[in-house]
Nanobody, 120 residues
């Protein structure tokens, strides 16, 4: 099982980006999915999570600007980022709780990270 994140890049302040994260491999079920970010010199922090029944949770710093969504049929989650600010610059990591085909319980998986740079 692996997670593949994509969609990062350079954008001006006030702009938008959409990140995607696709899970692949022998997957039986995917539970909560989420996005985290880590800015240079800082600890990794939660950005947003979404449960299988699409209940969402957001960090206060992104509420009203970011939207997390998922497509269970495609084993993919998305992060729609609007009104981006320079302080949103970070490496964004996707995360998911996945039961693999040969596993008996949820395990925690991480994507490789995708860089988002917001210029002022």
């Amino acid at each position: 099982v692996q997670l593949q994140a994509s969609g990062g890049g350079l954008v001006q302040a006030g702009g938008s980006l959409r990140l995607s994260c696709a899970a692949s491999g022998s997957i039986r079920s995917i539970g909560t999915m989420g996005w985290y970010r880590q800015a240079a010199g800082k600890q990794r922090e939660l950005v947003a999570t979404i449960t299988r029944d699409t209940s969402t949770n957001y960090a206060d710093s992104v509420k009203g600007r970011f939207t997390v969504s998922r497509d269970n049929a495609k084993n993919t989650q998305y992060l729609h980022m609007n009104s981006l600010k320079p302080e949103d610059t970070a490496v964004y990591y996707c995360n998911a709780d996945i039961i693999c085909s040969s596993c008996g319980r949820y395990r925690d998986y991480w994507g490789q990270g995708t860089l988002v740079t917001v210029s002022s």
